[in-house]
């Protein structure tokens, strides 16, 4: 196997992979396009993947060789490659290709933050705006980034310490970080790349602050690229993972920046300094929401799902012990055990996917209603795109880990591609807002919902169970009843009203006691973080369910599909007993009989688990993963690459400096 192409189709298969394929249930065609949401999706996507493989411009043969300087040097060559190509071949540059390129080169693509920056000018700009400085950053004519975090806040962001203070008598704003935690820290692009900011400030006119708002400064010269005077910016140093991308920091001391560079569509100061609101001033934070829908997608499900391929393929490879006495070692694939540890996983992948979906229809519906100035939606999505980022950042950087230490020993080297996952995707679960943070935010909303079912008003569809009576327990008596849709969706909409209903009442009786309500609020937030949870999970389940019932025209794929939705759900259950038992919703013997079909569905779904992570698609040149690849010849690639190492090629420094003195001096004993 050639490790870099694209596929691996063509090639010897492995014999013990070969026979996972060799009888499917269903078309792995089929369920491609279901995954993709279309042939036609399929097709493009495709093509994009081939057009990016066969460019030498783009190869990343030995990207797990490069220093981070390399590799930032690299990705910003592929921007700006990729801009030629985009051209040359046709393809919109705002259009679905450019996803796929993105997933195609694993993230080795310099100014994303770039892309941000445009999104902010497109949403929060005038038209006179747009129409200066638009032109400008697609043409790279400028490089932007999006400078909202700072050293002593993040999450948080009415803490915003960097302010924007007007002065009537030059109509100019003077941005200023006031202290060493106003600094700007984290925004990619910034360390040694942009030469504008969109820097979120505090806003003051006429001595009254008037929250976080947006504004264009300039931070380096577009002569000779330095630092303007007041600027005071550089790259934070090592990290995890991102090694191409160089977040910065930045310190400003009073600069001056005119009057027209504050971001004005839904906001304004005029010339006097009068300050004029226009629709809700939370618009000043849909730049994060629109990153988290697109992360949930193309940075934090695809990790998962590729780390799900990686694993499952090796352990249907690796043989290990013993199963049966004196027989051959059996695949790892086959022990209980191991399908516990990753068919979840799998399952969670197709639950995620379809809600990501849900939540992309509901942002772009809202965002619709935002163009035509009607924000009555906003705090709904807000609250849905919060607690689905915090939930699906932790199933998914949780679960790469799981399938990193599923595959042994293996799956510690870097060319095994899950380490370079993991360290990738745990990063999701602080940027573009902290988890814990987030949950709270998605439970200030279901609380706020739950008093207002409990007076009679009407519900946002997502949180329709708060309205909803409940049953007193489940009716289920036969752990086949535990694969009725019906009984486990019961089960979950049970669980988050009782969690969502408990935390609000207490916070009530608390409020009501004589406890300030931010104390009564701090005092039952673990509670809280928890009912949040309990609804994201909830809504995937939904989701799954509703997705599955639109595929009543391929039975084949509804069946297997089905067996996930089961076991995501069961595993749900599984895990989380606890709240399904509190209340008295299920008994004890009710939860034997969902183990009983949980560790059912674990054999039945065994069969097909190669096949259903096939149906992700993910060429060879996509996973980079020795373990991974399509052919399964998993101790071929491994000897194959390690020799490849630039290291093995050349005398070490250490030989002369340290080794042959010592060795020398042996010699004449030997």
């Not at 993709?36 to 994009?48: A, F, I, N």
Request: glycine share 6%; hydrophobic share 35%; charged share 20%.
């Amino acid at each position: 196997m050639v490790w870099w192409k694209a596929s691996s189709v063509g090639h010897d298969i492995n014999p013990d992979l070969a026979s996972e394929r060799a009888s499917p249930s269903f078309s792995v065609e089929t369920l491609i396009n279901i995954v993709d949401g279309g042939v036609e999706v399929t097709r493009l996507r495709r093509s994009v993947v081939s057009e990016i493989n066969k460019d030498p411009v783009f190869s990343r043969e030995y990207l797990y060789f490069k220093t981070p300087s390399e590799r930032y040097e690299s990705a910003v060559r592929n921007t700006f490659h990729l801009k030629n190509k985009i051209k040359s071949l046709g393809w919109d540059e705002d259009g679905p290709e450019i996803e796929y390129v993105y997933r195609a080169l694993g993230g080795e693509v310099g100014l994303n933050i770039h892309k941000v920056f445009i999104k902010t000018l497109s949403t929060l700009g005038t038209d006179e705006q747009i129409a200066k400085w638009l032109p400008l950053a697609s043409n790279y004519q400028i490089i932007g980034t999006y400078a909202q975090t700072e050293l002593g806040h993040g999450t948080y962001l009415r803490g915003l310490e960097t302010t924007a203070t007007f002065d009537p008598t030059t109509q100019e704003f003077i941005i200023d970080t006031p202290q060493i935690t106003a600094t700007k820290w984290w925004p990619g692009d910034l360390g040694k790349t942009c030469t504008h900011a969109v820097v979120l400030a505090q806003l003051h006119t006429k001595g009254k602050a008037h929250g976080m708002h947006p504004f264009i400064v300039q931070v380096r010269s577009l002569r000779d690229h330095t630092p303007l005077p007041g600027i005071t910016v550089g790259d934070i140093g090592p990290k995890m993972a991102f090694e191409h991308i160089d977040n910065g920091y930045l310190m400003m001391r009073s600069i001056r920046i005119p009057k027209e560079n504050m971001l004005s569509r839904y906001c304004e100061v005029l010339p006097d300094g009068s300050y004029i609101k226009r629709g809700s001033d939370k618009i000043n934070y849909f730049t994060m929401i629109h990153v988290r829908v697109s992360l949930l997608r193309g940075e934090v499900l695809e990790s998962l799902m590729k780390a799900c391929t990686i694993s499952i393929r090796y352990s249907a490879v690796r043989r290990q012990s013993e199963l049966k006495p004196g027989d051959r070692e059996p695949k790892i694939l086959d022990y209980q055990t191991q399908q516990q540890k990753l068919f979840p996983l799998l399952a969670s992948c197709y639950a995620i996917v379809f809600t990501v979906k849900h939540v992309a229809n509901v942002y772009n519906d809202v965002y619709k209603e935002i163009r035509m100035d009607n924000f009555n939606s906003l705090p709904q999505l807000h609250a849905l795109t919060a607690g689905m980022k915090a939930f699906a950042t932790e199933v998914c950087s949780g679960g790469v880990e799981v399938c990193r230490r599923a595959c042994g020993g293996h799956g510690y080297s870097l060319y095994s591609g899950l380490p370079t996952l993991y360290t990738k995707v745990i990063a999701s679960c602080t940027y573009e807002g902290e988890n814990t943070v987030l949950y709270l935010q998605t439970a200030r909303f279901l609380v706020k919902c739950f008093a207002g079912a409990q007076s009679g008003k009407p519900v946002p569809p997502d949180v329709s169970y708060l309205s909803s009576p409940l049953s007193s327990g489940c009716q289920a008596t036969t752990h086949s009843d535990f694969r009725n849709p019906e009984v486990y969706l019961k089960a979950f909409e049970h669980r988050v009203y009782r969690l969502v209903a408990s935390a609000a009442t207490k916070i009530e009786s608390l409020v009501l006691s004589g406890v300030e309500p931010y104390m009564a609020w701090n005092n039952n937030s673990v509670e809280l973080v928890k009912a949040s949870m309990a609804h994201i999970h909830y809504l995937t389940v939904k989701v799954f369910i509703s997705s599955l019932n639109s595929l009543s025209n391929q039975p084949e794929i509804k069946t297997v599909l089905k067996r996930l939705c089961d076991l995501y759900a069961l595993h749900g259950i599984f895990t989380s007993a606890g709240d399904f038992l509190q209340h008295g919703y299920l008994s004890g013997k009710q939860l034997d009989m969902v183990t009983t079909a949980y560790l059912g569905l674990l054999a039945e779904i065994r069969k097909d688990a190669v096949l259903l992570v096939d149906a992700f698609d993910y060429t060879d040149y996509e996973l980079l993963s020795a373990l991974g690849s399509y052919d399964g010849n998993v101790y071929h690639n491994l000897l194959e690459w390690a020799r490849k190492n630039p290291e093995s090629k050349k005398v070490s420094p250490v030989y002369e400096n340290y080794l042959k003195p010592y060795l020398q001096s042996n010699q004449s004993k030997l």
